[in-house]
Nanobody, 119 residues
Framework: QVKLVESGGGLVQPGGSLRLSCTAS????????MGWYRQVPGKGRESVAT???????HYADFVKGRFTISRDNAKKTAYLQMNSLKPEDTAIYYC?????????????WGQGTQVTVSS
C-alpha cells in the first residue's frame, strides 16, 4: 500500500524560503511521477507542481519562477523548494503519486504539511 509522508512546513515571513519533503513507500518510486498540491480551508486542492519519472516538470502559473520541484529516487523522496514566499502561499501542502496521461493524483493522501507565510 502506498504511503506518503510530507514534512518541512512551518511559519516563514514573506519573502522567505522553505523546502518540503515527501517520502513515499509501497511503490517503485523511480517509475512514478510525483506531484505537489496545496489546499486552503474551504477551497479545493490545487496542483502546484509535478515531475514525471523521466524528469519532465510542470508548474502552476502562480509558482513559476519561485518554486522548484525535484526528486531523489535513491531516497524515494520528492522535494519542493519554495522561495519568495507570499502570504497567499499559506496552505496545507500535500504530495501524491501521479500517472500519465492526466498526471492526476492516484494514491491515498498523507497528512500534509502546514505552510504559513506571515509577518
Amino acid at each position: 500500500q502506498v504511503k506518503l509522508v510530507e514534512s518541512g512546513g512551518g511559519l516563514v515571513q514573506p519573502g522567505g524560503s522553505l523546502r518540503l519533503s515527501c517520502t513515499a513507500s509501497g511503490i517503485i518510486f523511480s517509475t512514478y511521477g510525483m506531484g505537489w498540491y496545496r489546499q486552503v480551508p474551504g477551497k479545493g486542492r490545487e496542483s502546484v507542481a509535478t515531475i514525471t519519472s523521466s524528469g519532465i516538470i510542470h508548474y502552476a502559473d502562480f509558482v513559476k519562477g519561485r518554486f522548484t520541484i525535484s526528486r531523489d529516487n535513491a531516497k524515494k523522496t520528492a522535494y519542493l523548494q519554495m522561495n519568495s514566499l507570499k502570504p497567499e502561499d499559506t496552505a496545507i501542502y500535500y504530495c501524491n503519486v501521479v500517472l500519465p496521461p492526466s498526471y492526476s493524483p492516484t494514491a491515498p493522501w498523507g497528512q500534509g504539511t502546514q505552510v504559513t507565510v506571515s509577518s
